[in-house]
């Protein structure tokens, strides 16, 4: 069954009907149609008394798509969701985190389990995560996936490849390409997120593993937790990584001091690599991800413990630590991500739409100049937890939750 929830802003009609308002008789110029100026769309209390670093940096006013728009339920046949990625032809390959692919017509015809992926360990968050096609897929069919994996010493977050099958039923010649390290005996915060850069290298998202064992190995240099690698279709590191100076650092680090990062988008302008964390309580993460950039987690956080405590010595800037482009608290928790490059909605042109799944509703950040001037809710009535989103060959974004739905999203 297909439902549709139609999205428009009726304050923006009217600034276009009369051209003022009552409260701002000005004349409306194209450039006033979406500004900034409502109230923000968080309104619950913070958990914490913590300082933005800068202006803007959280709680910025929220904004509201003039152009009419569509939110489509097109199926609810999936069974938990984790990655979606386009196909060139338009159709859409899919996880499901108990180690199903499978792909979806964007008309809603789910296809039979892609057979030939390794054994996942589904248990807490592990499972198949994120996904991620070949740049030269049409000649090659090669799929890359992220999944948790369990090895000598417990469970790590591995990347694997292999090529679709002609008839799409199998990956043929599946191969673990990266295992992150340490190994560790939990179920939590794997990470997960993969895409490739403009120069055709992979970057992968990896979580600290949250144990309080673990979480000091976020600022490790000879761990691979809590950091973002960059490799090489083959796995290795790739060239050009950033040199760190500590003895022992792994070659593949990127960036470090990351929580449970779940997101992970490519700028379609300027091609740098955006990122989504996961807080505690507070302090999820948007994140522009600079090579060699260390992101503070967990010696600065915007968050505190589940039960109250500080994180440490409750400490929000230190020099040497990256601060996040924007965060939230209370949290909205962060996953899946896109920017759209589309011209369909054409103010939604370069903004970042992220499945957020404890708010339970697709984030719109408007961003200027590295910064976050805009914030909007959509989906917010359909009460999913958005896991992952992406952009269509058609232009649509298509969005995929927990509950085992696929949205698309797009102009009416």
Known sequence: MK????????????ALLFGCSESDPQETTPSDLNPATGAPVETNAPNSNYKSAFTGQTRVNSVKTSTPFAGTLITSSLTAPWGITALPDGRLLVTEKA??????????QV???????QTVNSAGQGGLLGLTIDPQFESNRIIYWVFSEAVTGGTVTSVAKGKLSNNETSIESPTVIFRATPAFNGDLHY???IVFDK???????IGERSSLTTRPLAQSFTASL??????TTSGQAAPGNPTFSSAGALPELYTMGHRNPQGLAVHPVTGEI???????RGGDEINRLQPGFNYGWPTITYGIEYGGEKIGAGIQVQTGLEQPVYYWDPVVSPSGMTFYKGNKVPEWQNNLFIGSLSATHVVRLVIENNKVVGEERLLALENQRFRDITQGTDGALYAITDGGRLYKIDKL
């Open 199 to 205: 120069t055709g290298n992979i970057l992968v998202s």
């Open 99 to 108: 180690g199903r692919l499978r792909i979806v017509t964007t008309t809603g």
């Open 226 to 231: 809590g950091k973002v690698v960059r490799i």
């Open 191 to 193: 990470g997960g997120r």
């Open 3 to 14: 439902t549709k929830n139609l999205f428009l802003s009726i304050p923006t009609a009217l």
């Open 274 to 280: 955006w990122q989504s964390e996961h807080g505690p």
């Open 111 to 117: 296809g039979s389990t892609i057979s030939g992926i």
